[in-house]
Nanobody
């Protein structure tokens, strides 16, 4: 059974940085893509970033335009993990962040994931 477990969330202040981690277990991901989404109360879950897992894809990251200047996604195929480095955090970045896997980046950007993590809270205070 595949499990995605997010970690690294918490309470930070405006302007701080935070690095989220997502560890996958139950299966070694050698193809497809992994990504991050976030959701705030009353809003739909939105795509943040995704990256191909397979080495031959080169690990090119894909971002929603809203986040590409401050967020960086990366992966570690040895650890079967994906990360989201978030810099210059703003209050509006407060949300539950979800890790997900999918067949490819295109489907992930549309929220069509195969597996989801349980989500982790990030709170940015002023």
């Amino acid at each position: 059974q595949v499990q995605l477990v997010e970690s690294g969330g918490g309470l930070v202040q405006t302007g701080d940085s935070l690095r989220l981690s997502c560890a996958a277990s139950g299966r070694t991901f050698t193809s497809g893509a992994m990504g991050w989404f976030r959701q705030t109360p009353g809003k739909e879950r939105e795509f943040v970033a995704a990256i191909y897992v397979s080495l031959w894809r080169g690990g090119t990251p894909h971002y929603s335009d809203s986040f590409k200047d401050r967020f960086t996604i990366s992966r570690d195929n040895v650890k079967n993990a994906v990360y989201l480095q978030m810099n210059s955090l703003k209050r509006e970045d407060t949300a539950v962040y979800y890790c997900a896997t999918g067949i490819n980046v295109d489907l992930l950007t549309r929220g069509l994931a195969d597996y989801w993590g349980q989500g982790i809270q990030v709170t940015v205070s002023s």
